[in-house]
């Protein structure tokens, strides 16, 4: 993702400054939230609390709102992504070819849960719809390599060549 750039050239006080600008941008317009949150996540790659907080006083809109629409919309996340992001489709010719022991089998590998990231933000887990590569069942991402006819055995070493 475009995001994952901009997360490694900017530091902590840019970050703050170009977010600084997209709300000055939007203020006032009818419908910003929605917009505002989308390029918050593109400078941060996640909408962290302390971002959610400082655009709820800005743009004068309750926090809680703000938690309903990142939650409600499936391209917001609340959670940092990892360095490498693993996506398990879990469409049905997917499923059907044994998705959730590679989903399982990952759980275990990582020691975490779908939709988290290891400690070291260097793995996060998503089980995703249909990735259009049914023929290749059951398939996972890791960014944006693309390992298909997977089986739980294989799912070490694909992790190790990332480790
Ligand atoms: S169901 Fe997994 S790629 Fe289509």
């Known amino acids: 993702m475009e995001t994952k750039t ?3 050239i900017l530091n902590d006080e840019e970050k703050l400054k170009k977010l600084k600008e997209v709300i000055e941008k939007y203020k006032g317009t009818k419908g910003a939230l929605i917009p505002v949150l989308q390029e918050a996540q ?3 790659g996640y909408l962290p609390l ?3 907080k400082k655009i709820a006083q800005e743009l004068d809109v309750p926090l809680s709102e703000i938690y309903g629409v990142a939650t409600f919309y499936s391209f917001f996340t609340l959670k940092p992504k ?3 992001q693993i996506k398990v489709c879990l469409g049905t010719a997917c499923y059907v070819k044994g998705a959730a022991s590679i ?3 990952l759980k275990e590998q990582l020691n975490i ?9 260097k793995f996060s887990l998503d089980g995703v719809r249909c990735v259009g590569s049914c023929g290749l069942a059951p398939v ?3 960014n944006d390599e693309v390992y298909g006819r997977l089986t739980p055995d ?3 070493g694909i992790l190790d060549k990332y480790k």
């Open 6 to 8: 901009n997360q490694k």
């Open 42 to 44: 593109s400078i941060y």
């Open 50 to 52: 302390d971002v959610q």
């Open 82 to 84: 990892g360095k490498y």
């Open 103 to 105: 989903l399982e089998e």
């Open 113 to 121: 849960g779908v939709g988290d990231v290891t400690p070291d933000l």
């Open 140 to 142: 996972m991402f890791i």
């Open 154 to 156: 294989k799912i070490k």
